[in-house]
């Protein structure tokens, strides 16, 4: 059974810094898949933020573009969102996402397990 575990969110200024991680447990990592960010604000819609597949080509949001990196590291079985230059816009949970097979989708139906979320908060 897979289980995305998320942590790294907390509180954070307007241009800092916060790094995201999400452990996915009994995921293989070995096969072809893309793990993705999602994130959605209070009374928005989930929408995605970036993804990295099993050659590890990545996509991202033109809102997060130049400002998130995202990386994994198989042999641990973690993902990261390192984020930079943190607006208050982006505060949200944010959500860690898995699919087999390489896709750079950033569409939510197209993740089939998902974690719980961990919550980020940008003050001005």
């Known amino acids: 059974q897979v289980q995305l575990v998320e942590s790294g969110g907390g509180s954070v200024q307007a241009g800092g810094s916060r790094r995201l991680s999400c452990v996915a447990y009994?995921?293989?990592?070995?096969?072809?898949?893309?793990l993705a960010w999602f994130r959605q604000a209070p009374g928005k819609e989930r929408e995605g933020v970036a993804t990295?597949?099993?050659?590890?080509?990545?996509h991202y949001a033109d809102s997060v573009k130049g400002r998130f990196t995202i990386s994994k590291d198989n042999a641990k079985n973690t993902l990261y969102l390192q984020m930079n230059s943190l607006k208050p816009e982006d505060t949200a949970m944010y959500y860690c996402?898995?699919?087999?097979?390489?896709?750079?989708?950033?569409?939510?139906?197209?993740?089939?397990?998902w974690g719980l979320g961990t919550q980020v908060t940008v003050s001005s």
């Open positions: 996402a898995a699919r087999y097979g390489d896709s750079g989708s950033l569409s939510r139906q197209d993740y089939d397990y």
């Open positions: 009994g995921f293989y990592s070995n096969y072809y898949h893309t």
């Open positions: 990295i597949d099993s050659l590890k080509n990545t």
